[in-house]
C-alpha cells in the first residue's frame, strides 16, 4: 500500500540553528515526490516537486534532497517566519493516466527567536 | 484576485442537516480536487475533477455528492451530517498531471 511517513512529528529549533525534516515513502513507481508548507489557518503552499533520486531543489533557506526511499527538507539558518507544518506528498497511479497525491500528517516547526 | 476560492470558511452546523461548499479558480487549470484534513492535520483526498469529469472517486460516503459545473468550479455538497464529517475542507486545482498544486484556504466545518 502505498505510504507518506514524516519526521518528526514536531521540531523546535532556535533561529540560526539548522536541521533537517524526513520524509519516507512506499508507493509503486514514484512520479513525484513534493513539499507543501502549511500556515494555521490557510491552505498547504507548494515549495518543491522532485522526480528521480539524486535530484536536490532549493528555495532561500530551504533545500529538498530525494533517495530511492526518503526526502529531506534542510533548513538552514532557520527564521521565525520559517515556522509553519511542513507536508510531504507522493504521487501515485490511482488508474489508467491519473494519478492522486499522498500526503504524510506532517511536521510541525516552530523557529524561536 | 484569489486563485482558488472557497465559502464558506466557517460552517457550524447541526446533525442531520445537509449543507454545500462551494470552490472557485481563476487559474486556468482543468483539474480540481477535494480534500479533507482531520484533527491530525492528515490530507485525504476524496474527489477529483478534470474538465467537469469525475476522475478520481475516494472511498467516501455517499452523503457527499460533488458538482463541477465548469472546470472553474467544483462543489461539495454533504447530506445528513454527522460528528464525524467535522474537519477542515480543501480545494484545489492544477493542470492535470501537473501537480503543484494550488489549494484553496480551507472551510472548517464543525458539526454539534
Known amino acids: 500500500e502505498d505510504q507518506v511517513t514524516q519526521s518528526p512529528e514536531a521540531l523546535r529549533l532556535q533561529e540560526g540553528e539548522s536541521s533537517s525534516l524526513n520524509c519516507s515513502y512506499t508507493?509503486?513507481?514514484?512520479?513525484?515526490l513534493f513539499w507543501y508548507r502549511q500556515d494555521p489557518g490557510k491552505g498547504p503552499e507548494f515549495l518543491f516537486t522532485?522526480?528521480?533520486a539524486g535530484e536536490e531543489k532549493e528555495k532561500e533557506r530551504l533545500k529538498a534532497t530525494l533517495t530511492k526511499k526518503e526526502s529531506f527538507l534542510h533548513i538552514t539558518a532557520p527564521k521565525p517566519e520559517d515556522s509553519a507544518t511542513y507536508l510531504c506528498?507522493?504521487?501515485?497511479?490511482?488508474?489508467?493516466?491519473?494519478?492522486?497525491?499522498?500526503f504524510g500528517t506532517g511536521t510541525l516547526l516552530a523557529v524561536q527567536p | 484576485d484569489t486563485a482558488v476560492s472557497q465559502t464558506p470558511k466557517y460552517l457550524v452546523t447541526q446533525m442531520g442537516n445537509d449543507k454545500s461548499i462551494k470552490c472557485e479558480q481563476n487559474?486556468?487549470?482543468?483539474?480540481m480536487y477535494w480534500y479533507k484534513q482531520d484533527s491530525k492535520k492528515f490530507l485525504k483526498i476524496m474527489f477529483s475533477?478534470?474538465?467537469?469529469?469525475?476522475?478520481i472517486n475516494e472511498t467516501v460516503p455517499n452523503r457527499f455528492s460533488p458538482k463541477s459545473p465548469d472546470k472553474a468550479h467544483l462543489n461539495l455538497h454533504i447530506n445528513s451530517l454527522e460528528l464525524g464529517d467535522s474537519a477542515v475542507y480543501f480545494c484545489?486545482?492544477?493542470?492535470?498531471?501537473?501537480?503543484?498544486?494550488?489549494f484553496g484556504s480551507g472551510t472548517r466545518l464543525t458539526v454539534v
Open positions: 522532485l522526480y528521480s
Open positions: 508507493v509503486s513507481g514514484l512520479r513525484g
Open positions: 506528498a507522493v504521487q501515485a497511479n490511482y488508474g489508467g493516466a491519473t494519478n492522486k497525491l499522498i
Open positions: 487559474l486556468g487549470h482543468d483539474t
Open positions: 475533477y478534470n474538465n467537469k469529469e469525475l476522475i
Open positions: 484545489a486545482s492544477s493542470q492535470f498531471k501537473n501537480y503543484g498544486y494550488t
